[in-house]
């Protein structure tokens, strides 16, 4: 199974609109990933999100840029924000039937997530921040062996995007 993780576009301050959807700037980002995406031949056999409103925002940008209806996006308990590392991966097993799957969230479950599948020692630290995209190959949830596919930033994605 591919995974892929997104966190969230960059949002408004809580201060600005206590609901946080993405800032303009973040809508942009967005945007330019799923560009990107697109450029490089990426599908979902399900594209999963956080119920935070810039998670659903950045997920519906993803699938709408790739030609997937907005409906097609799944919002997801397991990726909800303070939900522990252990249920975020038991409620994924249902995904493990996937090829593909995108999940879209936020840090430090993001983290967490990619950190158990790359590594069985200490904490591994990765910047997904920024419109960042993750790609990490597994066999297994629970196997702790993934392989790290790809890591780009937003500046490579706006390359990828541009070409």
Known sequence: MNLYLMQHGACLPQEVNANQPLSPVGQSHVATTAQ?????????????T???????QT??????GLGYAAASVTTFGGLDSGVSLKLCLEQLRVCERYQSVFLCGELPLLGDLASHLLTSGPRLTLALDGGALLAVSTTSLGSRSGSLRWLLQGPQLQMIASS
Request: proline share 4%; aromatic share 8%.
């Open 50 to 56: 956080s119920p935070r409103n810039a998670a659903v």
């Open 59 to 64: 997920s519906r940008i993803v699938a709408e």
């Open 36 to 48: 990107a995406m697109r450029v490089m031949g990426l599908w979902f056999d399900a594209l999963l």
